[in-house]
């Protein structure tokens, strides 16, 4: 999928990518393209679609390439897998290589795109927080997001 989509740019532009899904797909794009979640180059857009999107950063022009249930028919293996039909240590991962290497890019479907404009999201700034003083990336100074309330997933423990 992910060759797929890469090869549909022009040579020689710097792209970015979308993954819409966590699963399995930032690793392959990680892998096989200069982007990652990182560099900033890759985002994960949660829609729950086996899908990706490779685009070029200044004109958002690009390939989106997606797993298309209507072409698993003919390969069991890889339609049980995909749709999750049995639990995994049910299924043949050596069967699925297989028929994903036979398909090679016939399972996917691609189609042109453009990412909206205001999808380009530019690099933040990184600022020193006037209450922890730790630095943080954003789109203004003051607090960061943990100071502010925003991402208070932890306590800092004050016995150790």
């Known amino acids: 999928m992910v060759e797929l989509a890469y090869r549909q740019l022009p040579e020689g532009r710097l792209c970015d990518a979308i993954s819409e899904t966590w699963s399995c797909l930032p690793d392959a794009i990680q892998l096989l393209t200069p982007c990652t979640v990182g560099n900033g180059w890759l985002r994960i857009v949660e829609t729950g679609r086996f899908a990706l999107l490779i685009y070029d950063k200044e004109t958002g022009r690009g390939a989106r390439a997606a797993l ?40 996917y479907q691609v189609e042109m795109v453009k990412v909206n404009q205001s999808s380009l999201v530019k690099k933040k700034e990184i600022f020193t927080c006037r209450t922890c003083g730790e630095s943080f990336r954003g789109d203004h100074g003051g607090q960061c997001g943990y100071c502010a309330g925003e991402n208070s997933f932890y306590e800092v423990l004050l016995d150790g």
């Open 68 to 107: 298309d249930p209507g072409r698993l028919a003919d390969r069991p293996a890889v339609k049980t897998w995909a749709l999750k039909l049995k639990p995994k240590p049910e299924q043949d991962e050596g069967e699925i290589l297989t028929e994903i290497l036979q398909a090679e890019t016939r399972l």
